[in-house]
Each structure stands twice: as C-alpha cells, then as structure tokens.
C-alpha cells in the first residue's frame, strides 16, 4: 500500500461572489503548526489547484518557491479544470 502525505484545509462556507471561487484557510493546531496526514493512494479523487490569497497587500518575502508555505488563505481555483471541480462538488 502506498501513502501521500496531504495538506489540511478548512473550507469558508460558501463562494465569493464576484470569482465564484470557494476560499480555504490551512488548518493548524493551537500551537500554530500545520495540519497534515498519511492517507492511502487509492483514498484521493482528485489533485486540487489552489492559488494563494494575498489580499490588499503581498508579503514581500514571497516568491515563487515559498508562497505555498507562507501563505495560509487560499483560492479552490474551479477554473484550472472542470472535470476535476465538479468531481469535487457532486
């Protein structure tokens, strides 16, 4: 059997208005640790496209290596494939 280490994240309760995109907030601990776990291969539907939330004003220590890392608001980007949004969404 084969394992994927998998980010945790929590889903807001419902789309934006103007991008129709669903927002996710990474999980944590109360000791500000990620949210993570061991789940089995076949346990996956589907890999999920999300792009990072930087608000009026980006973090000037992002870049493109580290903006998954540092950032913890994010968009479900439902327009990178349709078929796997609406896999999702049934």
């Not at 998998?6 to 601990?29: E, I, P, Q, Y």
């Not at 580290?66 to 999702?88: M, P, R």
């Amino acid at each position: 059997m084969f394992f994927a280490y998998v980010h945790r994240f929590n889903v807001s309760s419902g789309a934006d208005f103007a991008s129709g995109l669903h927002s996710l907030k990474r999980a944590t601990r109360r000791d500000g640790l990620c949210l993570g776990d061991m789940i089995p291969l076949d346990c996956i539907r589907s890999p999920a496209h999300i792009i990072p939330r930087f608000g009026k004003e980006a973090n000037l220590h992002l870049t493109v290596h580290n903006s998954y890392e540092l950032c913890t608001n994010f968009w479900l980007n439902k327009y990178w494939n349709k078929q796997a949004y609406y896999s999702l969404t049934l």
